[in-house]
């Protein structure tokens, strides 16, 4: 089993900008590259899979990303700009390109949920973004 966070962001997460991201947050994991290079995986240092990072996709109609994350607890970084859509009244347009990012956490993992919520913010601060987290089963 596995968990999956998502950064919903204003500015592309860019090559540099994720690098950046897991210096900060996750740096003491490995990557490697996956699945025909659209996909990091983070290890330990004994080579078990920690964190999956999905590359990022532009979102061309922002309102799926609500549909989509229906029910789902936001965490915004405090001090950094929240998408319009999840910050209703903020003065920013509502059809602003938005930036869709999943980090799949492997369940079981030391420490994995910890891995992932540091890293998921600093690419939210990084890139004027917000957290979802992931849903719990049955609520």
Do not use: Y
């Amino acid at each position: 089993m596995s968990s999956d966070w998502t950064v919903v962001s204003l500015r592309e997460p860019d090559q540099l900008t994720l690098v950046e991201a897991m210096v900060a947050a996750v740096p003491d994991l490995n990557v490697r590259q996956a699945a025909g290079d659209s996909l990091l995986e983070l290890l330990d240092d004994a080579g078990e899979l920690q964190l999956a990072i999905e590359l990022p996709r532009l979102v061309r109609v922002p309102q799926e990303a609500t549909r989509l994350l229906a029910g789902a607890e936001i965490s915004a970084v405090p001090g950094t700009p929240v998408p319009a859509i999840f910050s209703p009244g903020s003065g920013n347009p509502a059809d602003q390109p938005l930036w869709w990012q999943e980090i799949h956490v492997r369940d079981g993992a030391p420490k994995a949920t910890v891995r992932a919520e540091s890293l998921c913010h600093e690419i939210a601060r990084r890139c004027d973004g917000v957290v979802a987290l992931p849903q719990v089963a049955g609520a």
